[in-house]
């Protein structure tokens, strides 16, 4: 069965690909905020009512992009976006 007929037999995924797309989207939107060098290691996460997070892959650019986030968050509200906290996790590579 294809992934596009899944997601809409499923209510759970139908809701889980919307959420991947929201996340995306949000990224796309903050993505020219993020230095060059930084954009690389930063990737979209969850997103739920809660907040959105974004992974990272060490301590340092954790850091660096916690600096940014008022100006992301500033990106988001100004583009109509929900406000919703940013969290930053770091999931090191395996």
């Known amino acids: 069965m294809p992934i596009?007929?899944?997601?809409a037999n499923c209510d759970a995924?139908?809701?889980l690909?919307?959420?991947?797309?929201l996340s995306q989207a949000c990224f796309e939107r903050?993505?020219?905020l993020l230095p060059p060098g930084l954009r690389a290691q930063v990737r979209p996460g969850?997103?739920?009512d809660e907040g959105w997070a974004l992974?990272?892959?060490s301590g340092a650019v954790?850091?660096?992009?916690?600096q940014l986030l008022p100006a992301l968050q500033a990106r988001l509200a100004e583009d109509g976006a929900p406000p919703r906290p940013i969290r930053v996790?770091?999931?090191p590579r395996r």
């Open 4 to 7: 596009d007929r899944a997601l």
């Open 13 to 15: 995924l139908a809701r």
């Open 17 to 21: 690909g919307q959420r991947l797309a």
């Open 30 to 32: 903050i993505a020219p």
């Open 46 to 48: 969850p997103i739920d």
């Open 55 to 57: 992974l990272v892959e």
């Open 62 to 66: 954790s850091a660096k992009l916690r």
């Open 89 to 91: 996790r770091v999931m």
